[in-house]
């Protein structure tokens, strides 16, 4: 079966701190990949995804990047975190057309 | 485009008490329509999904949800609720893109407060 897994669960950082968040995928092979942000009162806004290796598209311009080393993992990153980018950070992948997210991990920039 | 309401931001309601919540989308081509719980610090788990035939789709905890066309509404429905239903939920729609894969558009959540 398939399992999606997040590091870390929970994050502190100050501003102007680097960040590097890393999702895997278990059990399938060649996913499209997503990053959400849930920032409060805010709802699940889509950040970026990936269909392949190496291939990114951004949704929204912002603070923030993604990218996919390996077939199975996804990686979001900044080089300097704002207090805007706290935040629960959730990544999904999909089965046909069904997605399915891991257990986030919760970011805090103080 | 597509967009998503959830027309109830917060929803409270007795345990074994039954509860509705109400989702409406709109969409120039055809979606397939999901909904998600997320339990406090959770991530989000598939309750249930309608992608064609009956409109009546029944999912995980006893919930259930009617997907109805012309109302554009994909209502969720549970007869009997328990405490451990106290989380948040989200109605979602995603059309399929082939260089994309499916992108979901998201509802703004509904929490649903279970009271004894």
């Known amino acids: 079966s398939q399992t999606i897994h997040q590091w870390p669960a929970t994050l502190v950082q100050p501003v102007g701190s680097p960040l590097s968040l890393e999702c895997t995928v278990e059990g399938t092979s060649n996913p499209n990949l997503y990053w959400y942000r849930q920032a409060a009162g805010r709802g699940l806004q889509l950040l970026f995804y990936s269909v392949g290796i190496g291939q990114i598209s951004s949704e929204v311009p912002q603070n923030l990047s993604a990218s996919r080393p390996q077939d199975r993992q996804f990686i979001l990153s900044s080089k300097k975190l704002l207090l805007s980018d706290s935040g629960f950070y959730l990544c999904a992948w999909t089965r046909i057309e069904t997605q399915y997210f891991g257990p986030g991990t919760r970011l805090l920039v103080l | 485009a597509q967009s998503v309401t959830q027309l109830d931001s917060q929803v409270p309601v007795f345990e074994e008490a039954p509860v509705e919540l109400r989702c409406n989308y709109s969409?120039?081509?055809?979606?397939?329509l999901f909904w998600y719980v997320q339990y406090p610090n959770q991530g989000l788990q598939l309750l249930l999904k309608y992608l064609s035939g009956s409109t009546l789709v029944k999912g995980i905890n006893g919930f259930e949800a009617e997907f109805n066309k012309s109302q554009t509404s994909f209502h969720l429905r549970k007869p009997s609720v328990h405490i451990s239903d106290t989380a948040e939920y989200f109605c979602?729609?995603?059309?399929?893109?082939?260089?994309?894969?499916?992108?979901?558009?998201f509802g703004g959540g509904t929490r649903v407060l279970v009271k004894p």
């Open positions: 969409s120039s081509v055809s979606v397939y």
């Open positions: 979602a729609v995603s059309v399929v893109i082939k260089a994309a894969g499916n992108k979901l558009t």
